[in-house]
């Protein structure tokens, strides 16, 4: 998720305010009368209002106020390049920066000037290395940084929503930054920005669900089988999953390459424990002291929100400092929360590890 600003009820997330009855204040209400009848039933009563206000704010939050980073719709853009299993990386870097090049002429071409310029500055001067690109669309992007053949510790990091290429270059800057902090102390690694799904929308009815989650787990599960074959002998993986992308990857069967699952800046990830994961990867959760994702009730009915905070104990995640990163900040350079990921991926974390952040209750 991208970071959003609107207030409901009386729990604010940004800037924007939704008018709506149904918002978190109404929970005090809910409770007012429990002078009356018995203790446990009067909880019980409580509780299921407090649920039924909380999803409604949620998705009142939704509907009421309008996409922020809607997509480019109607781009020209050729078909992705169709590779033969077992390609090398390089021979997929070359297509895919023609590819790219020509669906920024065709931008252009259509007086779509925005995305042509965009697409451009993804092309890094021809020396970006694309394993996948699709420019259609809100467009796919998997992008390697670092020498993927030799490295022994390669990092996939997945976005949450509003990431498309249109707002591609904020993706980037925290892989370059997660690179750069790593190879200070690791040369052989590499880290693999992963676009390969349709993020949702911040402020949409879809970011409530694990619809788009579920369909993003089909394609990253195969693709990190692909990874590893072409990583260095025995290298190790790591999931380092954000916001939304969290959910994706709670949703992700792991082989035992995979050796670290981070959830960070997550909304839950509609599991009830790390031990429900189909993963037998370390699962590390955090959250910044800025983190407005903090406010978000972590509740789950009929499908819609994502249950327990993966930072509350009961989750059962181990747990890293953050420091006062906000939703967007966690790789930014110099912070705590980039050195303490950089720590689990290189397998010295137990210097990062550090009692959960105080897990905040609507």
Request: proline share 6%; hydrophobic share 40%.
């Amino acid at each position: 998720m991208a970071a959003g600003t609107t207030t409901v009820g009386t729990t604010t997330v940004g800037t924007t305010t939704v008018g709506t009855t149904a918002g978190i204040g109404g929970a005090t209400g809910a409770g007012a009368g429990e002078g009356s009848g018995s203790g446990s039933g009067r909880r019980a009563a409580s509780t299921g209002r407090l649920r039924r206000t909380l999803l409604a704010a949620l998705v009142a939050a939704a509907v009421v106020v309008p996409v922020a980073a809607a997509a480019s719709p109607g781009v020209p853009a050729p078909a992705p390049v169709a590779f033969a299993d077992g390609a090398a990386p390089h021979d997929r870097y070359d297509a895919n920066r023609a590819n790219l090049a020509e669906a920024s002429r065709m931008a252009e071409a259509a007086g779509r000037t925005g995305r042509a310029g965009k697409l451009r500055a993804m092309d890094a001067a021809g020396a970006a290395r694309f394993l996948a690109f699709d420019g259609r669309g809100a467009g796919r992007a998997v992008e390697v940084f670092g020498d993927l053949e030799t490295a022994d510790r390669v990092t996939v990091l997945v976005p949450g929503s509003d990431t498309t290429l249109d707002t591609y270059q904020r993706f980037r800057a925290g892989a370059v930054s997660l690179q750069q902090r790593l190879q200070a102390e690791h040369p052989r690694s590499a880290v693999v920005a992963w676009l390969g799904y349709d993020t949702p929308g911040t402020v949409s009815t879809t970011v409530l669900t694990a619809d788009r989650a579920d369909e993003a787990a089909a394609e990253l599960g195969p693709f990190l089988d692909r990874l590893r074959d072409m990583a260095g002998p025995g290298a190790h993986l790591s999931l380092l999953c954000h916001s939304y992308g969290s959910v994706v990857c709670a949703r992700t069967g792991t082989a035992p390459e995979v050796t670290d699952m981070v959830l960070f800046g997550s909304p839950g990830t509609g599991a009830g424990s790390a031990r429900d994961l189909p993963t037998k990867a370390r699962v590390w959760a955090g959250r910044g002291g800025g983190d407005w994702i903090g406010n978000v009730p972590h509740v789950r009915l009929g499908g819609i929100g994502f249950g327990t905070d993966p930072v509350d104990p009961a989750f059962g995640a181990r747990t890293f400092a953050a420091g006062p990163a906000g939703h967007s900040d966690y790789l930014k350079p110099g912070s705590e929360s980039l050195d303490n990921l950089a720590a689990i991926v290189l397998g010295t974390a137990a210097t990062a590890t550090t009692t959960a952040p105080e897990v905040r209750h609507a």
